[in-house]
């Protein structure tokens, strides 16, 4: 009679495997890859769509508590049923109507919003009270008190990205209603730009606010100036005319987590392409282009959301008469701050891409 001895590899596998263990050899390839494998996908929301469907909400479902904010998230079919723009992002259309309050909350999450239009609404933020108007970035540093309003009867629609997905990653998150819907306004009118709006110049009795940004809000009109006197001297190969908000205080980004930019495609440009760690979400704010994203076209008109995901090759194509404006949130000052960034331009004779389709 022959007796089979049992495998010894195998047995100390069934060992491990009831212990909670599990030996490298079998997945090194699964969790240390030779180059970033994003589940999410580039992906593009069209504004016509996100409007109705933001509008419809407007009718049929009140601002309450426990929801706190009619946003709709961009949901990224790569991050398996969540509500994620990206890894890192979540991203979102909100619609306040006229009249209405949501409620003031905080929460560990760092928060902006990019104003598409503002009519008459205003955001408080740590007693500091703005008002909202086109093309306004606003911000809401982690475990600060806002609540947003209406004035006038208008409806007022902005974008919304969040730090969401990395938070919770991170465990994180942490969350607190105010005892009331509207926080009391202890600041005077558009207080943090009076303070700190001339970047180069401080109150001489104040430190420097190193991790976050003092101002609460972005005009405009000073968003817009800057970038028609940049297009005059000097554009970047691969953005062509682009800007960072920054800390004032620090030159720095706005918050520690993500990044804001205002781009501006002068018209007939067309950017050279190139990758890098870290995911983006874009707003297309005025005029229409294109973005080629690993091969394939997103074209874009006023108001369409998209993603590009880490390591993803793009370029970015203005070949209309117009200029073009693009608002987006980058998570790159997270990727740095851990030493994790890394970029490289695309490979190609005249550093384009070769366009494989269109996305629909
Ligand atoms: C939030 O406070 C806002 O203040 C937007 O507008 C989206 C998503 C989750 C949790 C809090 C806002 C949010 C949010």
């Not at 089979?4 to 240390?32: A, K, N, S, Y």
């Not at 972005?218 to 968003?223: A, F, G, H, L």
Request: charge should be negative.
């Amino acid at each position: 009679m022959t007796v089979i001895e049992p495998d010894p590899v195998v047995q100390l596998r069934e060992q491990m495997r009831e212990r909670h263990l599990t030996p490298l050899w079998e997945l090194e390839g699964e969790i240390m890859g030779v180059r970033p494998h994003p589940g999410t996908r580039p992906w593009l929301w069209r504004w016509s769509q996100l409007y109705a469907i933001a509008e419809r909400a407007g009718e049929l479902v009140p601002i309450e508590r426990g929801g706190d904010r009619r946003a709709i998230a961009l949901s990224n079919p790569g991050q398996g049923g969540m509500p994620y723009a990206t890894s890192t992002l979540w991203a979102a259309v909100q619609w306040l109507n006229g009249r209405e309050v949501a409620p003031a909350h905080r929460h560990t999450s760092q928060a902006i919003r990019f104003i598409i239009d503002g009519a008459g609404s205003y955001s408080t933020v740590e007693g500091d009270r703005v008002q909202l108007e086109r093309g306004d970035l606003v911000l809401t540093p982690p475990w600060t008190w806002h609540d947003h309003g209406s004035d006038s009867e208008e409806r007022a629609v902005w974008m919304d990205v969040l730090d969401i997905p990395l938070n919770n990653y991170l465990d994180a998150p942490f969350f607190e209603p105010h005892p009331d819907d509207s926080q009391k306004v202890t600041a005077a009118p558009n207080a943090s730009v009076l303070k700190y709006g001339v970047g180069q110049l401080r109150p001489a009795w104040e430190p420097p606010s190193l991790g976050r940004s003092p101002l609460q809000t972005y005009k405009w009109s000073d968003t817009r100036r800057a970038l028609d006197n940049l297009a005059k001297v000097a554009a970047d190969p691969f953005d062509d005319v682009v800007l960072e908000y920054t800390n004032p205080h620090t030159g720095g980004p706005v918050m520690a987590t993500f990044t804001c930019w205002m781009q501006l495609l002068r018209p007939g440009v067309h950017t050279r392409a190139h990758r890098h760690t870290g995911s983006s979400v874009y707003l297309a704010y005025e005029g229409r282009g294109a973005t080629v994203i690993e091969g394939v076209r997103f074209s874009w008109t006023a108001g369409d959301m998209f993603v590009i995901p880490s390591w993803a090759t793009h370029e970015h194509v203005n070949d209309g008469a117009d200029p073009a404006l693009l608002f987006s949130v980058h998570d790159t000052p997270l990727l740095k701050a851990v030493d994790k960034y890394r970029s490289e331009p695309h490979d190609s004779p005249d550093g384009r891409q070769r366009v494989t389709g269109e996305f629909s």
